[in-house]
């Protein structure tokens, strides 16, 4: 399979910290694959570096084929990397409207294509994000972030801090995206069983490397392992099948 986005050997840091090594990962047209990890293994700043916000040290991104400048958040948007930020990043004081308009999203079209992907946020439009419970923010960040037409769609920690329902509302658009319209995704995940259910591949990352990969399937077999030896727990809460 062709791949859409290629991350080949970066790595990346901050000051005399090292947070991810010699990492390479690729995601096709239509592909989820998610990035699994405790805390501090290097998921965000994996993200960040793809998207821009984070120059690697050294490395190669790129999408269709064509290498990108690396640190340059623009020409990553440019090129269709958009990424949902891990805080959300909505203006709290403005509203929904308002935000999707700040993001670009002025036309008709960009709006009936939120409220059809997330009719919950219809009746909200002219609410102040602040005001929103957490769910909905999380909505309304993902649809900003769809309403720029992402090739790659980088979404850190979607599901922290919500319901398990508003969880799996929130992956089954993200599959829906990725099945029908053909976007690749990159989801970080500390759920491990809302991260196989959603995801075509998977990658665990353990001190900034990769220390297993695999299908959903294998990493399905595995989740064992993973969740004693990679997710410190994380991914066993409220967890229907352990
Ligand atoms: N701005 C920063 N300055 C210095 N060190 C940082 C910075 N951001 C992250 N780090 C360090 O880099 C390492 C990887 O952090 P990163 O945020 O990528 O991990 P993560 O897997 O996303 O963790 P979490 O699950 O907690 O979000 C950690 O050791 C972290 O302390
Ligand atoms: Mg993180």
Do not use: W
């Not at 821009?52 to 290498?67: A, E, F, M, N, Q």
């Not at 079209?109 to 602040?130: C, K, N, Q, S, W």
């Not at 790659?152 to 990725?178: T, W």
């Amino acid at each position: 399979m062709k791949a859409t986005l290629r991350v080949d050997d970066i790595s990346a840091g901050y000051g005399r910290v090292l947070a991810v090594k010699n990492l390479s990962l690729s995601a096709a047209a239509g592909e989820v694959v998610s990035i699994l990890g405790r805390n501090g293994a290097g998921k965000t700043t994996t993200l960040l570096s793809v998207s821009g916000l984070v120059k690697p040290r050294s490395g190669r991104v790129s999408v269709d084929g064509t290498s990108l400048r690396l640190g340059r958040p623009h020409a990553a948007s440019k090129a269709g990397l958009i990424q949902v930020p891990e805080d959300r990043a909505l203006f709290t004081g403005l509203t929904v409207r308002e935000n999707l308009a700040a993001a670009g999203a002025r036309r008709k079209a960009d709006l009936t294509m939120v409220t059809d992907l997330f009719p919950e946020l219809e009746p909200l439009i002219g609410r102040r994000a602040g005001l929103l419970s957490g769910g909905e923010q999380q909505m309304l960040a993902l649809a900003r972030a769809i309403t720029l037409r992402p090739k790659v769609l980088l979404v850190d920690e979607m599901s922290l801090g919500l319901a398990p329902v508003v969880c799996q509302r929130l992956s089954s658009v993200i599959r829906g995206l990725a099945d029908e319209s053909g976007v690749a995704v990159l989801l970080v995940e500390q759920h491990l069983s809302l991260a196989l259910e959603v995801a075509d591949r998977g990658i665990v990352l353990h001190k900034g490397s990769v220390a297993m990969e695999g299908t959903r399937a294998e990493l399905t077999a595995k989740r064992h392992e993973i969740e004693s030896s990679y997710m410190g727990g994380a991914g066993t809460v409220e967890d229907p099948a352990a």
